[in-house]
């Protein structure tokens, strides 16, 4: 059995585009010419177990929204990227955006296994606290007497500090 190779900054754009064609309004990228089992025009990659679609090349497997980068800029992206509208198989360029590892967590819904229902809002002892996490650090917002409250506090601080990135609690 082969071993898949990591994922390298090595591939040319001018080999991506003889062997995929990409379309930014739909993010998806097709095989030129048949590849292996792959007929020529059919879509190419598959879901990974996280929900990015990954693509094989010359056994290497890929991140579709890297190769989106790469095929559109010219060059892989010099840091992560991040999915504006959360869907993680949506590779259309205009939802794909450089991002600091932390801009990537900060444009994070909120869990699921959340009390509160609400990011960045927890309750102790029968009040709302907010907090936001900043620089590898918590930051302690406030108690709060309604979850109204400390998700605004929550939400201003967001937009403070992460600016574009923020994604805000809704009630």
Same mark, same amino acid.
Not at 76 to 98: A, E, F
């Given at each position: 059995?082969?071993?898949?190779?990591?994922?390298?900054?090595?591939?040319?754009?001018?080999?991506?585009?003889?062997i %995929?064609?990409?379309?930014?309004?739909?993010?998806?990228?097709?095989?030129?010419?048949?590849?292996?089992?792959?007929a020529?025009?059919?879509?190419?990659?598959?879901h990974?177990?996280?929900?990015?679609?990954?693509i094989?090349?010359d056994?290497?497997?890929?991140?579709?929204?890297?190769?989106?980068?790469?095929?559109?800029?010219g060059?892989?992206?010099?840091m992560? %990227?991040?999915?504006?509208?959360?869907?993680?198989?949506?590779?259309?360029?205009?939802?794909?955006?450089?991002?600091?590892?932390?801009?990537?967590?900060?444009?994070q819904?909120v869990?699921?296994?959340?009390?509160?229902?609400?990011?960045?809002v927890?309750?102790?002892?029968?009040?709302?606290?907010?907090?936001?996490?900043?620089?590898?650090?918590?930051?302690?917002?406030?108690?709060?007497?309604?979850?109204?409250?400390a998700?605004?506090?929550?939400?201003?601080?967001?937009?403070?500090?992460?600016?574009?990135?923020?994604?805000?609690?809704?009630?």
């Amino acid at each position: 059995m082969s071993k898949l190779k990591k994922a390298s900054n090595s591939l040319k754009v001018s080999y991506l585009k003889s062997i %995929l064609n990409y379309d930014p309004d739909t993010g998806l990228f097709s095989w030129i010419g048949s590849r292996g089992n792959m007929a020529s025009g059919s879509i190419a990659g598959c879901h990974n177990p996280n929900g990015y679609i990954s693509i094989m090349i010359d056994s290497i497997a890929y991140g579709a929204h890297r190769l989106a980068w790469l095929y559109v800029y010219g060059e892989m992206p010099s840091m992560g %990227l991040d999915h504006k509208n959360h869907i993680r198989n949506d590779n259309r360029i205009i939802n794909l955006r450089l991002a600091t590892d932390t801009q990537n967590l900060m444009n994070q819904t909120v869990r699921h296994n959340t009390i509160t229902g609400a990011k960045g809002v927890s309750l102790l002892t029968g009040k709302y606290v907010a907090r936001i996490k900043f620089n590898g650090k918590n930051l302690y917002l406030g108690r709060f007497f309604t979850k109204a409250e400390a998700i605004a506090v929550y939400n201003y601080h967001s937009k403070k500090l992460y600016g574009e990135y923020a994604e805000l609690s809704h009630e």
